[in-house]
């Protein structure tokens, strides 16, 4: 007499082979994970610096680009009145550095160190940097 269906060995056998695989894969994904949070909140940071330095050329005058590193790290785009343009949170346990970077009516750089460099880090995931040179262009430091 035939029956069909699985036996408890085979059962065993193929449990024990999905939690090795699922092992070896939990690790790999929770870190493509937070590479994905870092890349996520960096290009955050990089649109609210982009919208800073266009909304200072479009309105023709001072436009100020402050981030905050306290949980959960923000930023803010300000006029020179103090008002607020608009504010945006991070997530998670990624740190960004503080910083304040102003930008003039043409769209340059004003009040900031010679580098003026924002770092997004996030644990297990590793750094990415933004920086603004004196112009106002955005982007990836120079090595």
Not at 18 to 33: D, E, K, L, N, R
């Amino acid at each position: 007499m035939k029956s069909s269906g699985f036996t408890l060995i085979e059962l065993l056998v193929t449990i024990a082979v999905m939690s090795i695989i699922a092992t070896i894969a939990v690790p790999g994904f929770q870190g493509m994970m937070a590479q994905n949070q870092l890349a996520g909140d960096y290009n955050v940071v990089l649109s609210g610096l982009n919208q800073a330095r266009s909304e200072a050329i479009k309105r023709r005058e001072e436009v100020r680009f402050q981030v905050t590193a306290s949980a959960p790290w923000s930023y803010r785009v300000r006029l020179a009145d103090d008002s607020v343009i608009s504010i945006r949170s991070g997530r998670g346990q990624v740190s960004v550095t503080e910083t304040e970077i102003t930008f003039d009516q043409l769209g340059r750089r004003e009040d900031c160190d010679p580098t003026c460099t924002i770092s997004v880090d996030r644990t297990g995931a590793g750094r990415l940097e933004l920086q603004v040179s004196t112009t106002g262009r955005i982007g990836k430091p120079t090595s």
